[in-house]
C-alpha cells in the first residue's frame, strides 16, 4: 500500500475497534489502481459524525452536514465521511437531504462513475460492486447505475465524465456517452465555479483532445458561458497534432486564440467563466504575447510590458500551433533590457517634484511615461541627471 494508506492505517483501525466498518473510498482508491500518485485519502465510515468524534480526541467539523469529519493526526488530517445516500433531487444540482446510513454497498451506489465507487479495506481487499476494477483495466469511463437518471440527479456528473475521460486517457462507455448528449442543456443549472474547476482539471489531462472531444461531442460546450458561439475553438481543436497543457494559462490562451480578436474578449470570456483577476491577467499577456509571436515583429517596450514568463507560455502554445519562432532572439533580448520595470528607472515622480519643482499630476505622470519608453527603447541612458534633463525639455515642449 502507498504510504499516504499506510499513515491513515490507524485512523481506519481506530474506527474498527470502536465497533464500526472503514474503508479508503474515492479517487485515491481508483489512483492507487492506476499506479498513479496520490493527494488526497478519503475515509468512509459506518460511524455516525458524532460517533466518529467520540472515537478521536482531535477533530474539526468541515462538513459535518454532509457527514464529513475531519480527523487530526500528528499534523495530518484525514477526511471521515459517513456512509450516505442522497434523496430527491430537484434542481438538478444538489441532494434536497443526505440521509446517512450504515451500509457500504448504499453509499457506493450514490456514487458518479464506477471507477470512482471502489471501496479499499484495511485487510487491503477491493470491494468492487459495479464492475469498476474491470473498468479500470478496460480503460473505461461508465456511470454508476442507470446513467440517465444518475445525470439528472447531479449535472455536475456529466463535466465529471469528460473530465475524467482526459485526465485518465479513457473511453466513455456507449450508453454512458449518450446519457450525457440527452442530458447535456441540464448543466446550465449548475454553478459556473463548479463546472470550472473540472473544465481546468480536463484541459490539465492526459488526453485534453479525448475529453475536448466528448464536450463537443454531446454539446456539453453549448451549456458552457459564451462557449456555444465559439464552436470555431471546438472545431479546430481536434485537428490539431499535439495537445497538451502546462497550466491553466497556455489552456485557456490557445483556446482564446482559437476564437477571439482581443485583450477585451479574453477578458470578457474569463470573466463569465469566473476566473480569478490574476488568471484574466495572465491570459492577456500570454495572449498578446502570441499574437507578436505569430507576426515576429517584437520590439523592446512589447518585452518590457508583457514580460517574458508570458512569452515563455506563448511559446509553448506557439509550438502547438506550428508557428515558426526564435525564442533565442527573445530572450537575448530580454536580457538586454536596460530596465525591466519602472522601479529601476533612475528617476521618479519625488526627484522631479523636489529637484526640478514640477507639481504633482496628470502632466508629470505623462512625462515619467516618455521617460520610461525613452530609456526602455534604448534612446535615453538610464542617469538621473541626463533624465532630468529630458524631464525639463519634455514638460516646455
Ligand atoms: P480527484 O482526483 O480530482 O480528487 P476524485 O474522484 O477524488 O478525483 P472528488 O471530487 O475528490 O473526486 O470526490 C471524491 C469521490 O466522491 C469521487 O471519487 C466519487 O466517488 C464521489 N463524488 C464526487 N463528486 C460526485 C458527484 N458529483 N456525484 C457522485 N459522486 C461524486
Ligand atoms: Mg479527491
Not at 492505517?9 to 492507487?32: H, M, P, Q
Request: charged share 25%.
Amino acid at each position: 500500500l502507498p504510504l499516504e494508506f499506510q499513515k491513515a492505517r490507524i485512523i481506519l483501525e481506530k474506527i474498527r475497534n470502536a465497533g464500526f466498518e472503514a474503508y479508503f473510498v474515492g479517487g485515491s482508491v481508483r489512483d492507487t489502481l492506476l499506479g498513479l500518485p496520490l493527494h488526497d485519502v478519503d475515509i468512509a465510515t459506518s460511524a455516525y459524525p458524532a460517533e466518529v468524534k467520540q472515537i478521536f480526541k482531535k477533530t474539526v467539523d468541515t462538513g459535518i452536514e454532509h457527514g464529513t469529519v475531519t480527523v487530526l493526526d500528528h499534523g495530518d488530517g484525514y477526511e471521515v465521511t459517513t456512509f450516505r445516500t442522497e434523496s430527491t433531487y430537484q434542481d438538478y444540482r444538489r441532494p434536497d437531504s443526505v440521509e446517512f446510513v450504515r451500509s457500504l454497498e448504499d453509499d457506493l451506489k450514490r456514487r458518479d462513475l464506477t471507477i470512482n465507487a471502489l471501496a479499499l479495506s484495511l485487510d487491503g481487499e477491493v470491494i468492487d460492486l459495479f464492475g469498476g476494477l474491470e473498468d479500470l483495466k478496460k480503460g473505461l469511463i461508465k456511470a454508476v447505475g442507470n446513467p440517465n437518471e444518475r445525470y439528472h440527479e447531479d449535472a455536475l456528473r456529466m463535466m465529471r465524465t469528460v473530465r475524467f475521460a482526459s485526465q485518465l486517457d479513457f473511453e466513455i462507455e456507449a450508453t454512458t456517452l449518450k446519457a450525457v448528449a440527452e442530458n447535456a442543456y441540464l448543466l446550465e443549472k449548475i454553478a459556473v465555479e463548479r463546472i470550472n474547476v473540472e473544465w481546468t482539471k480536463l484541459l490539465l489531462g492526459k488526453n485534453p483532445k479525448k475529453g475536448i472531444t466528448g464536450f463537443i461531442e454531446t454539446q456539453l460546450f453549448a451549456y458552457c458561458p459564451m462557449f456555444k458561439t465559439m464552436d470555431q475553438v471546438f472545431k479546430k481543436i481536434p485537428s490539431l497534432e499535439q495537445l497538451h497543457f502546462n497550466n491553466e494559462v497556455t489552456a485557456w490562451t490557445l483556446v482564446c486564440y482559437l476564437s477571439l480578436d482581443n485583450h477585451k474578449q479574453v477578458s470578457k470570456l474569463l470573466k463569465a467563466w469566473k476566473c480569478s483577476n490574476e488568471l484574466i491577467a495572465n491570459v492577456q499577456n500570454c495572449f498578446s504575447a502570441l499574437a507578436l509571436l505569430k507576426i515576429g515583429q517584437i520590439d523592446a517596450w512589447n518585452l518590457y510590458t508583457i514580460g517574458l514568463p508570458s512569452f515563455e507560455m506563448a511559446n509553448y502554445v506557439a509550438d502547438m500551433l506550428g508557428f515558426p519562432r526564435d525564442m533565442t532572439t527573445i530572450q537575448d533580448s530580454y536580457k538586454a533590457l536596460p530596465i525591466k520595470n519602472k522601479k529601476e528607472l533612475a528617476i521618479n515622480g519625488g526627484n522631479l517634484i523636489k529637484d526640478l519643482q514640477f507639481t504633482p499630476g496628470p502632466l508629470l505622470g505623462k512625462t515619467l511615461n516618455t521617460i520610461e519608453k525613452k530609456v526602455v527603447s534604448g534612446e535615453l541612458r538610464n542617469e538621473l541627471s541626463l533624465l532630468e534633463i529630458a524631464a525639463r525639455k519634455i514638460q516646455n515642449d
